[in-house]
């Protein structure tokens, strides 16, 4: 298994602010995942981030609004961009094991 | 493409009774299947997976999956609900391996244990 932690827990930010969540693992991974939790929803995901190439996005999800940045095999940000209330949501970063996911805490991010 | 949908946005059993959470997937491809449980404020937690051979699955804290691809469904059971087991429930698949690529959610299910 892995231990993932992220950071911030949580935040409230003011709308057209930007917010960088990083993602730190305890071993070294190929594969990292950004996933959404909108207020009562279930998970989406946002884009897959491999190390040493650009993060792949799922249809709805956009570089420009989420850019992702992977510098290692044991790290990765994700930035929230132009944030409006419609982005309020849980973050979660996962990372691939063998035939399964490790999801991290969280981010709980609240936009005002 | 894959998804899931899952029965019942909220479930409400008696403390003691049998759980069932149903869980029906759409795969192009034999798929990976998983149960994750997600208790308030916390992070997701696996309960048990489907990959390859037997098609009864046990998982953690007494629970258990049954897949069953004429019926593409993968039902998750507990013979005896415990208060402790109140959270919300996601079904998942993937059609690469879980760690592979990106798992596709359920809405999930909300466990209710009434004492």
């Known amino acids: 298994s892995a231990v993932i932690s992220q950071k911030p827990s949580r935040d409230i930010c003011q709308r057209g602010t930007s917010l960088t969540i990083q993602c730190q693992v305890d071993?070294?991974?190929?594969?990292m995942f950004w996933y959404r939790q909108q207020p009562g929803q279930s998970l989406t995901l946002i884009a897959t981030?491999?190390?040493?190439?650009?993060?792949?996005?799922e249809s709805g999800f956009v570089i420009d609004k989420f850019p992702i940045s992977r510098p290692n095999l044991t790290f990765s940000t994700l930035t929230v961009s132009n944030m409006s209330p419609e982005d309020s949501s849980i973050y979660l970063c996962?990372?691939?094991?063998?035939?399964?996911?490790?999801f991290g805490p969280g981010t709980r991010l609240t936009v005002t | 493409a894959q998804s899931v949908t899952q029965l019942g946005s909220h479930v409400s059993v008696s403390e003691g009774a049998l759980v069932l959470l149903r869980c029906n997937y759409s795969?192009?491809?034999?798929?990976?299947l998983f149960w994750y449980v997600q208790y308030p404020n916390q992070g997701l937690q696996l309960l048990l997976k489907?990959?390859?051979?037997?098609?009864l699955v046990k998982g953690i804290n007494g629970f258990e999956a049954e897949f069953k691809k004429s019926e593409t469904s993968f039902h998750l059971t507990k013979p005896s609900a415990h208060m402790s087991d109140a959270a919300e429930y996601f079904c998942?698949?993937?059609?690469?391996?879980?760690?592979?690529?990106?798992?596709?959610f359920g809405k999930g299910t909300h466990l209710i244990i009434q004492p």
């Open positions: 996962s990372v691939g094991g063998m035939d399964e996911q490790y």
């Open positions: 071993s070294q991974v190929t594969m």
């Open positions: 981030a491999n190390q040493g190439s650009e993060a792949t996005y």
């Open positions: 795969s192009s491809v034999p798929p990976y």
């Open positions: 489907y990959t390859t051979g037997a098609t």
């Open positions: 998942a698949v993937s059609e690469a391996g879980g760690g592979a690529d990106g798992l596709t």
